[in-house]
């Protein structure tokens, strides 16, 4: 694999420009909640988007989440997973 040939939205982070974000995505989830149930087990709805940029792009960060790996294992993961 060839460094950023595999880039994609998914991979970047964009730091919030306002804290009313993120408390107005909160009261969207709580007054339309993500997941309904079926056969006895949720199933949650993914909801990324947190409406339009109003003070433009500031600082974006690349990150790949496909290098997660599980922390119950005999070796302790204690890294960041983020950038």
Known sequence: MLPGKDLKSDNFLIASEDPATLENYIRDQEANP?????AGRPIFE????FGP???GV???KI???SAAVFGNGPV???NDIQP
């Open 76 to 78: 302790s993961h204690r």
């Open 63 to 65: 990150s790949d989440f």
């Open 53 to 55: 940029l109003k003070k």
């Open 46 to 49: 993914s909801r990324p988007d």
């Open 34 to 38: 993500p997941n309904e149930m079926s």
């Open 58 to 60: 500031r600082q974006v």
